[in-house]
């Protein structure tokens, strides 16, 4: 196995832009999931109160610039081939979890977009800049775009893992290079 990172795909491995992206945005998936859930049962008194639900907002809108540019570097550069291994059914299934995934990112970053400027004022990144808010205002947008943000955040979740379970399979059990592309490692074929 050799480490071979480069800015773009080649056929068979992805380039350090979009391993970059795809292992930070894994990580701020699950950490943004489970401090939301902790900020649900945050009381007013908690120290952080006010602190954490504004990390929480800030890291989601970098999220948001992240997802887009992951996904215009999705259109200007070509995945790898698919492997030889994997069936008509396999590449269909992995198109469509990938494809839903993306879905699910944008459905929950843009419903906690919409739930955080549902009082009309900007949401506030870092306080570095400001996002300002959506020009309408829906009958009861909060609620309904916090019951989107939760929804979609927690299918997005279930999702990854299923995501991650099917890469380590790949690994472990077909023994095939799957994950080790997304890791910048080229497997040499015995």
Known sequence: MA?????KNDDDCYGWPIISLHWLMAVAVFGL??????IIDMSYYDPNYKTLPHWHRS??????????????????????RA????GHATRLLTKTAHALLYLLMLTALLSGYVMSSADGHAVAVFNWFSV???PIEMHHQADRAGMLHYWSSTALIALSCLHALAALKHHFIDKDSTLTRILGIKRETP
Not at 3 to 7: D, E, I, N
Not at 33 to 38: I, K, P
């Open 59 to 80: 890291l989601g809108m970098i999220m948001l610039f992240a997802l887009g540019l992951r996904l215009l570097c999705r259109c200007v550069d070509r995945a790898p």
């Open 33 to 38: 999931y489970f401090l939301g859930l902790y």
């Open 83 to 86: 492997l030889p291994g994997h």
């Open 132 to 134: 300002p808010a959506l």
């Open 3 to 7: 480490v071979k990172l480069k800015l």
